[in-house]
């Protein structure tokens, strides 16, 4: 059964640091392209930062270039987006995502579509007060 599973949001005030994981089973993270996208309420799913299979070259949108950093650990079969210096506008759910064959980062994040149903965790929330 695939399924990802994501933690660590809170509630944080601006300038803090938050450190959010997403575990995956059922399937191998490193075959596939991740990322992680937000969506704040009443906005649509937005790419975040995403990270290639292969390679590992990663994307991030400009909004958090500078203050967020992507990585992944096979071994844990895991993915991570450490956030720094977060801002209230950085507040929404957070969703880890997955896709397999021949996307690059910048696609992913650029087209959340492409994710299938079962390759979407259930979100995790951070709310970043000013």
């Known amino acids: 059964q695939v399924q990802l599973r994501e933690s660590g949001g809170g509630l944080v005030q601006g300038g803090d640091s938050l450190r959010l994981s997403c575990t995956a089973s059922?399937?191998?993270?490193?075959?596939?392209?991740v990322g992680w996208f937000r969506q704040a309420p009443g906005k649509e799913r937005k790419g975040v930062s995403c990270?290639?299979?292969?390679?590992?070259?990663?994307y991030l949108a400009d909004s958090v270039k500078g203050r967020f950093t992507i990585s992944r650990d096979n071994a844990k079969n895991s993915l991570y987006l450490q956030m720094d210096n977060l801002k209230p506008e950085d507040t929404a759910v957070y969703y880890c995502?997955?896709?397999?064959?021949?996307?690059?980062?910048?696609?992913?994040?650029?087209?959340?579509?492409?994710?299938?149903?079962?390759?979407w965790g259930q979100g995790t929330q951070v709310t970043v007060s000013s």
């Open positions: 995502a997955a896709v397999a064959g021949f996307t690059t980062a910048q696609a992913l994040c650029d087209m959340p579509l492409l994710v299938l149903n079962d390759y």
């Open positions: 059922g399937f191998t993270l490193d075959d596939y392209t």
């Open positions: 990270i290639n299979k292969g390679n590992d070259r990663t």
